[in-house]
């Protein structure tokens, strides 16, 4: 909006037209105002009993410590994601528009689960197969949206490799260069996939948003290169046009997410809450999607991965062999139970979530 606003008046003004100037303001702007606004708003929800439930099946360590923190934390930092989004992107791209409404729907899910929680003063929530119904129908709605308006194409992309389009029509004579409608399909489970994951990593004291935080700069990287025509036909990605300014979203949750670290950091003094994490897994699976790095995805997010891989094989042993391969799932709990302390856990999967980072971006210069 300030784009808009203040660029036309041109001289000083004219720095408004980088959108690396742009995005480290929305950084500041998402930082201050989550910071400034969490020590209210903790006060809020603990006179009000918005508290979270802990299972009692779960490390005897949380019902005993994180009892009586306030929850919902994420419907603070994703109005500020949005605001600062708003603020300082050019609101006359669509693409802004569509992370906004899919991170900010997948959050409303999260914020019924969550309400039905407290209300209910039960672990159960919202039933799973709905939050899997209404995560599906926005992500559809929104990519169909998207690829019906030639916003997206159905082109599959591989990363790695220096021809990374794939071509189905060479591979399988008769059938379409593209994916079509498939393609949205694809989508949809990438954003359902991600969202799902980061509420599996949400389950110690700044885990899921330290990782997430690794996971949005190097989407905000990403997007500024893809955007770019001269970066991005030298390094060999798809070029989108107006995905750079999706790097000023991904910044905003960058900072955001600093914000509220601040507070989530062991021990917790709120969390995050399904509103955060459904949310926050909805918001880099599209700036995944739209910046054509899907499948880079599940490297940037390997912590997400592991811990939703830890929970499939998990299932899957005790219902096959009647035994447990981890102490407990996700995976964070299976190193609590082996006597890691919390905070151990936490920086070392950071750690990991950095490191996976950095081998995405060079992932960059093997094309």
């Given at each position: 909006?300030?784009?808009?606003?203040?660029?036309?008046?041109?001289?000083?003004?004219?720095?408004?037209r980088?959108?690396?100037?742009?995005?480290?303001?929305?950084?500041?702007?998402?930082?201050?105002?989550?910071?400034?606004?969490?020590?209210?708003?903790?006060?809020?929800?603990?006179?009000?009993?918005?508290?979270?439930?802990?299972?009692s099946?779960?490390?005897?360590?949380?019902?005993?410590?994180?009892?009586?923190?306030?929850?919902m934390?994420?419907?603070?930092?994703?109005?500020?994601?949005?605001?600062?989004?708003?603020?300082?992107?050019?609101?006359?791209?669509?693409?802004?528009?569509?992370?906004l409404?899919?991170?900010?729907g997948?959050?409303?899910?999260?914020?019924?689960?969550?309400?039905?929680?407290?209300m209910?003063?039960?672990?159960?929530?919202?039933?799973?197969?709905?939050?899997?119904?209404?995560?599906s129908?926005?992500?559809?709605?929104?990519?169909?949206?998207?690829?019906?308006?030639?916003?997206?194409?159905?082109?599959?992309?591989?990363?790695?490799?220096?021809?990374?389009?794939?071509?189905?029509?060479?591979?399988?004579?008769?059938?379409p260069?593209?994916?079509?409608?498939?393609?949205?399909?694809?989508?949809?489970?990438?954003?359902v996939?991600?969202?799902?994951?980061?509420?599996?990593?949400?389950?110690?004291?700044?885990?899921?948003?330290?990782?997430?935080?690794?996971?949005?700069?190097?989407?905000?990287?990403?997007?500024?290169?893809?955007?770019?025509?001269?970066?991005?036909?030298?390094?060999?990605?798809?070029?989108?046009?107006?995905?750079?300014?999706?790097?000023?979203f991904?910044?905003?949750?960058?900072?955001?997410?600093?914000?509220?670290?601040?507070?989530?950091?062991?021990?917790?003094?709120?969390?995050?809450?399904?509103?955060?994490?459904l949310?926050?897994?909805?918001?880099?699976?599209?700036?995944?999607?739209?910046?054509?790095?899907?499948?880079?995805?599940?490297?940037?997010?390997?912590?997400?991965?592991?811990?939703?891989?830890?929970?499939?094989?998990?299932?899957?042993?005790?219902k096959?062999?009647?035994?447990?391969?981890?102490?407990?799932?996700?995976?964070?709990?299976?190193?609590?139970?082996?006597?890691?302390?919390?905070?151990k856990?936490?920086?070392?999967?950071?750690?990991?979530?950095?490191l996976?980072?950095?081998?995405?971006?060079?992932?960059?210069?093997?094309?």
């Open positions: 909006m300030i784009y808009h606003l203040l660029l036309p008046l041109g001289g000083v003004f004219n720095v408004f980088y959108i690396t100037f742009r995005g480290a303001c929305a950084m500041v702007t998402a930082l201050s105002l989550c910071y400034l606004v969490y020590p209210r708003f903790i006060l809020y929800l603990r006179q009000k009993k918005m508290e979270q439930i802990i299972r099946d779960g490390p005897q360590e949380h019902v005993e410590n994180k009892v009586g923190t306030p929850t934390g994420g419907a603070v930092f994703h109005l500020g994601i949005a605001l600062t989004t708003l603020l300082w992107a050019r609101v006359d791209e669509p693409r802004v528009w569509m992370v409404i899919v991170t900010l997948y959050a409303t899910i999260g914020f019924v689960d969550d309400w039905k929680k407290v209910e003063r039960s672990a159960d929530g919202l039933a799973g197969r709905w939050k899997l119904v209404w995560q129908l926005i992500g559809a709605g929104v990519l169909g949206y998207a690829y019906q308006t030639g916003l997206m194409d159905a082109q599959f992309h591989i990363p790695f490799l220096k021809h990374a389009m794939v071509d189905f029509a060479a591979l399988y004579p008769g059938a260069p593209q994916l079509g409608w498939l393609y949205v399909a694809f989508g949809v489970f990438v954003l996939g991600c969202s799902n994951a980061v509420n599996l990593t949400d389950g110690l004291d700044g885990l899921a948003i330290g990782s997430t935080i690794t996971s949005a700069a190097t989407f905000a990287v990403l997007a500024y290169v893809a955007g770019h025509t001269e970066f991005s036909a030298y390094l060999n990605i798809p070029h989108v046009e107006g995905a750079g300014e999706l790097t000023i991904a910044l905003a949750i960058v900072g955001a997410g600093l914000g509220f670290l601040w507070y989530n950091c062991y021990p917790a003094q709120i969390f995050m809450g399904d509103v955060g994490s949310g926050l897994g909805g918001a880099l699976g599209m700036l995944a999607v739209l910046t054509k790095h899907e499948l880079l995805l599940a490297l940037v997010g390997g912590i997400f991965v592991l811990e939703t891989v830890s929970v499939m094989i998990q299932v899957f042993a005790f096959r062999f009647k035994r447990r391969v981890f102490l407990m799932a996700p995976i964070h709990h299976h190193y609590e139970k082996q006597g890691w302390s919390e905070p856990i936490i920086v070392r999967f950071w750690i990991i979530s950095a996976l980072a950095l081998v995405a971006l060079s992932t960059l210069k093997l094309r």
